[in-house]
């Protein structure tokens, strides 16, 4: 049976004929260690990502956000279960980086300076290195970080940091933005202005928006509210899907 979910109600707002699927999960699940020790982070989940969609995933610590955000951004495969993505070409995670993962640790490198380290990943994606320049270049403009180009991370301040991490991702440029606590770690003031920028920069560049939050006034500014309790998506009344 097809779970009822927020998501369905999504599609049922788009022309299904025009509606593009961003990714699709069928009954995924996502078991950590084997026997005795395993720990279910994800029991099979079933939704759908649609372009133009914007999705906060919400729930207390442990309850799968991270494990789901990972799995939709190609980093991790389900133990059971499928996920598509046919509006990225069937392979988030080819040379073009179409799914882009804001990740809830730390994650600039500290002795890069914020423009290297937002040039990285397209090097590595094998983008020539004028173009990753450029590219990276105009990602710190769009987020008024262009006068911090030569800073290190340190220098930085969290909301900053923040920023930066976001410009790395939009200079790749993804047609889906995934972010892991993407405020968490900022006071109300810088949280609401990291979350604009994120909204902001998904309709720059027309990505499809995930965003795992514990915050209330975060989740409320995207259009689609996913609650998960252990491991589970739960519908908007708060049934397991
Ligand atoms: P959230 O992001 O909502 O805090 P997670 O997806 O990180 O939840 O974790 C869900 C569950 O899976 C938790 O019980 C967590 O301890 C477990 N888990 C997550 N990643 C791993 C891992 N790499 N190894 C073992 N257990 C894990
Ligand atoms: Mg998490």
């Known amino acids: 049976m097809m779970p009822r979910s927020s998501v369905e109600s999504s599609s049922a707002a788009r022309s299904p004929l025009t509606a593009q699927v961003v990714a699709r999960c069928v009954d995924v699940g996502r078991t950590y260690g084997t026997g005795e ?9 079933t939704c759908t990502i649609e372009a133009g969609d914007r ?8 309850s799968g956000k991270s494990t789901l955000l990972h799995l939709l951004s190609g980093l ?18 080819d040379g073009a980086q179409r799914a882009g993962l804001v990740f809830q640790a730390p994650s600039l490198i500290p002795s890069l300076s914020v423009l290297e380290n937002v040039e990285l990943p397209l090097l590595f994606g094998g983008a020539a290195r004028d173009d990753a320049r450029t590219r990276a270049l105009e990602a710190l403009a769009l987020l008024s970080l262009d006068g911090l180009q030569n800073d290190l ?10 920023r930066v991490v976001i410009a790395r991702v939009l200079a790749a440029r993804p047609q889906l933005i995934l972010a892991d606590e993407p405020t968490s770690k900022l006071d109300r003031g810088n949280a609401e202005h990291v979350a604009q920028v994120l909204l902001d920069v998904c309709e720059e560049i027309d990505a499809a928006l ?5 915050d209330p ?3 409320r500014r995207l259009d689609h509210i996913w609650p998960m309790r252990d491991g589970r998506l739960l519908t908007k009344d708060g049934d397991a899907a």
């Not at 999705?55 to 207390?60: K, L, R, S």
């Not at 991790?76 to 995670?93: C, D, F, H, M, Q």
């Not at 991370?153 to 900053?160: A, N, R, T, V």
């Not at 995930?210 to 514990?214: D, L, R």
């Open 153 to 162: 991370p340190q220098e930085l301040s969290g909301g900053q940091a923040q």
């Open 55 to 62: 999705v906060a995933i919400t729930g207390p610590s442990g």
């Open 37 to 45: 020790r395993a720990v279910v982070a994800l029991y099979g989940t």
């Open 217 to 219: 006034a975060i989740a």
């Open 76 to 93: 991790e495969t389900p133990t059971v279960g499928t996920i598509e993505w046919p509006a990225l070409g069937g392979n988030p995670r």
């Open 210 to 214: 995930v965003v795992a939050t514990h």
